[in-house]
């Protein structure tokens, strides 16, 4: 499971022409699955969304507080693409979780990083859809996190 994270000054999704989800600071992550991802990799991915530490603390020393420790709101989406291998000039997803089933790991994921910080901070897109992510990066930060499967290496 992979998560390709920025720090955010605000962000959202727009399907089919209409806003479906909204944040102000925090984080934007966009979310792969990988076709031999378990609920060990969603653990360590959600565990490391949450307490990720990208911003400043009061006293101004930097990487200090997580979206957690200041309340901050958190827009997960979807994206299989990030488990991609190049064939030629071709992108191939063979290695990305297939359809149905990544859409029930990423709703349980989805799940999960509610239960670790709030479900109000939590927003998404449309599991599966033609979405517009539009973000403004802060600073900028980008970030990637991945968990890696026994079966992957």
């Known amino acids: 499971m992979k998560a390709v994270v920025q720090r955010v000054l605000s962000g959202s999704v727009t399907v ?4 479906v989800s909204r944040i102000g600071k925090g984080m934007v992550a966009l979310i ?3 076709k031999d991802d378990t609920k ?3 653990d360590y991915i959600v565990r490391k969304l949450v307490s990720l530490r990208m911003w400043e ?3 101004g020393r930097r990487w200090a507080k997580s979206a957690k420790d200041l309340g901050l709101e958190v827009l997960c ?3 299989f693409t990030l488990y991609h291998v190049m064939k030629g000039n071709k992108p191939d997803f063979h290695l990305a979780m297939g359809g149905d089933q990544s ?3 990423y709703l349980n994921f989805l799940e999960e990083i509610k239960k670790a910080y709030k479900e109000d901070k ?3 897109g449309v599991f599966g859809a033609n ?11 980008t970030l990637e996190l991945e968990a890696v499967n026994q079966k992957k290496q």
């Open 122 to 124: 939590i927003k998404d």
């Open 131 to 141: 979405m517009q992510v539009e973000l403004v990066n802060d600073g900028p930060v």
């Open 103 to 105: 859409k029930q790991f």
């Open 32 to 34: 792969g699955i990988h």
């Open 57 to 59: 603390d009061e006293s």
């Open 16 to 19: 089919e022409g209409e806003v």
């Open 77 to 79: 989406v979807s994206q």
């Open 40 to 42: 060990v990799e969603m």
